[in-house]
């Protein structure tokens, strides 16, 4: 059965390193992958998208990575701030015409 | 404006009772999308319209039932519901419908408890 599985329920960091989330999916071959971002008790919120034909992509200081070979999508956050403190979600089509299925997120500590 | 609102933000039901949950955007958009989510979980699809047709409907029970007025309203109909019920439900659009990649905007969400 499809599956989508980012690495660790919760990870904590020093402010100003980098953080690395990991995104991984089997029996899916997805066209496109998203990452959101939610804050507790609100909507999440877009951050990123990413498509099969591409291997990166930036925003300022977000970056995504998409390996199609390995099913794995990495998210990473440089200069990190406590303010990125949140639980960030990645989400991927389970065919080109259906919603997005959220994994369950890491919550992601920046600590001052 | 690229709002998605949500009311109410919180209410709090008891099992014969019936409410509704609304949902606006206007932002054009074809697409709109009712997502259950509990504590420390993700959000889990409920229904989709799709140029106000109703297109996906994930063997939700019937008590709760969408509606689609227009292209801007999504509503949520709520009616003999159980304590498991109790969780935030979020609304969300997205640009072209259902084909092709796009994001999803969510509202803040409306959290419900069930007594």
């Known amino acids: 059965s499809q599956k989508i599985e980012q690495n660790s329920e919760a990870l904590n960091i020093q402010e100003g390193k980098t953080a690395t989330l990991t995104c991984n999916y089997t029996n899916y071959s997805p066209a496109y992958l998203q990452w959101y971002r939610q804050d507790p008790g609100r909507g999440p919120v877009f951050l990123l998208l990413i498509r099969e034909n591409e291997k990166e992509k930036r925003k300022e200081r977000l970056k995504v990575t998409f390996d199609t070979t390995l099913k794995q999508s990495l998210f990473h956050i440089t200069a990190s701030q406590p303010a990125d403190s949140a639980t960030y979600l990645c989400a991927l089509p389970l065919t080109g015409n259906t919603p997005l299925v959220f994994g369950k997120g890491t919550r992601l500590s920046v600590i001052a | 404006d690229t709002e998605v609102t949500q009311t109410p933000k919180h209410l709090v039901m008891g099992m014969t009772n019936k409410k509704s949950l609304k949902c606006e955007q206007h932002m054009g958009h074809r697409a709109m999308y009712w997502y259950k989510q509990k504590a420390k979980k993700p959000p889990e699809l409920m229904f989709v319209?799709?140029?106000?047709?109703?297109?996906i409907n994930e063997s939700v029970p019937s008590r709760f039932s969408p509606e689609c007025p227009n292209s801007s309203l999504l509503n949520l109909h709520l009616h003999a519901l159980q304590p498991e019920d109790s969780a935030l439900y979020l609304c969300?659009?997205?640009?072209?419908?259902?084909?092709?990649?796009?994001?999803?905007?969510f509202g803040e969400g409306s959290r419900l408890t069930v007594l």
């Open positions: 969300a659009s997205s640009q072209r419908g259902l084909a092709g990649a796009g994001e999803l905007f």
């Open positions: 319209y799709s140029y106000e047709k109703l297109s």
